[in-house]
């Protein structure tokens, strides 16, 4: 570790859940408290980056010496990160992203009456995988959040998406907690990072992405 590994670069990283209305007070939301996707923005500013976090709904309080965007959706999220990514060097996708939204939500909140309330989902887009397709992509990073066969549905994962680095989790060790346990999946393989609170492996996660970012050709 050391406090200069990204110095200079342009981090961008998107945290928490995304919210997408049902109606003027309901939602279909993940659960993703933005714990990881905060610490990884705080270990990129240790590292020496200058760090953006484009954040869905969350409780917590963003690290000052990042510039923070608040967005509800999906399609908000990607909106924002496609006005930042021309300006960004390594991009770190954390945020649990909606798969769905709702077609036509209401303005007003809905009566609730004996009838069976149907809603229209259509997919939402994807961002991290738009953000690959674009004609220079910065360097990506994915998160992956499955609850079983997770080094088989990771890795399926980073092939689809093309990316060069994926960290993944397990749904029933990270969400909400002060503590998860990783793996890293790159094209060298696997790398397990044991379980610790979430600033120590978003430490070791940054090192891992300086390390690929620099021997990737960068600077
Ligand atoms: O949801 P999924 O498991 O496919 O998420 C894997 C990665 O893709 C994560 O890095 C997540 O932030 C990103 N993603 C995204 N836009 C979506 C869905 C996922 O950027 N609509």
């Known amino acids: 570790w050391h406090p200069k590994l990204l110095k200079g670069q342009r981090v961008l990283i998107t945290a928490g859940p995304t919210f997408e209305a049902i109606d003027a007070v309901r939602a279909i939301t993940n659960m993703s408290s933005g714990k990881m996707g905060y610490a990884v923005a705080r270990a990129a500013i240790e590292a020496g980056a200058e760090v953006t976090l484009i954040s869905g709904p969350t409780c917590l309080t963003p690290p000052t010496a990042a510039k923070t965007i608040a967005v509800t959706s999906a399609q908000q999220m990607l909106e924002a990160v496609n006005k930042e990514i021309g300006e960004t060097d390594i991009f770190i996708s954390v945020a649990a992203v909606a798969d769905y939204y709702v077609l036509n939500p209401s303005g007003q909140k809905i009566k609730k009456d004996a009838h069976i309330l149907t809603l229209e989902l259509a ?95 960068n600077k």
Do not use: W
Request: with cysteine; proline share 9%.
């Open 123 to 217: 997919p939402n887009p994807d961002i991290v995988a738009n953000v690959m397709n674009l004609p220079n992509p910065p360097f990506c990073v994915g998160f992956a959040a499955e609850s079983e066969n997770l080094y088989e549905f990771a890795e399926m994962k980073r092939r689809r998406k093309n990316l060069p680095l994926l960290a993944a989790n397990m749904v029933q060790d990270a969400i909400g907690q002060e503590d998860n346990e990783l793996i890293l999946f790159d094209d060298e393989g696997t790398h397990p990072l044991p379980r610790a609170p979430k600033i120590v492996l978003a430490r070791q996660l940054i090192a891992h992405v300086a390390k690929l970012y620099h021997h990737s050709g």
